[in-house]
């Protein structure tokens, strides 16, 4: 049965021919004072949003760099292969490379390197507070104390 959302928490169910409302998400373990159940949602939470964050696109020279782990490792074999081409050629790698805002012609080892810098600098910061949200989450004690901590803050 397809919930239909309306409401704080709430959501619509066709159970057994009549509808019922059933509190989602947090708010059953929030009601009933489950402290690990709603710990462990949220943290769930603040992963998928550290996710959603660490694999954004990135922008370079004009361009819009996909992150995900697919494109990353792309990234990576085709950067180390134009490494062993630059030491064994004289002449310098480059190639066409399809990012997410079109054709980026003459791309060269040192854009791949930059690119990967850059998804870098994204994705620390998103797991460095991924940490310290893990952290605060297991300090708290209390239903209120984890509701204190907002998992949707940085990333």
Do not use: C
């Not at 049965?1 to 998400?25: C, Q, V, W």
């Not at 490494?83 to 080892?109: K, L």
């Amino acid at each position: 049965t397809e919930p239909d959302f309306r409401g704080a928490g709430a959501a619509l169910y066709y159970i057994n021919g009549s509808f019922e409302y059933k509190l989602s998400g947090r708010y059953p373990k929030e009601q009933s004072g489950d402290v690990q159940g709603l710990r462990e949602w949220m943290k769930g939470r603040a992963k998928r949003i550290r996710d959603e964050v660490a694999t954004g696109n990135v922008q370079y020279d004009g361009h819009e760099w996909a992150s995900d782990a697919e494109s990353r490792q792309s990234i990576l074999e085709v950067l180390q292969g134009g490494q062993i081409y630059n030491q064994n050629n004289t002449d310098t790698f480059s190639v066409t490379w399809i990012t997410q805002s079109g054709a980026r012609p003459n791309t060269t080892v040192s854009d791949l390197q930059a690119v990967v810098a850059k998804i870098r600098q994204q994705r620390q910061p998103a797991y460095t507070r991924y940490g310290e949200l893990v952290s605060d989450l297991d300090n708290a004690s209390t239903i209120s104390e984890l509701n204190a901590v907002d998992v949707t803050a940085g990333g």
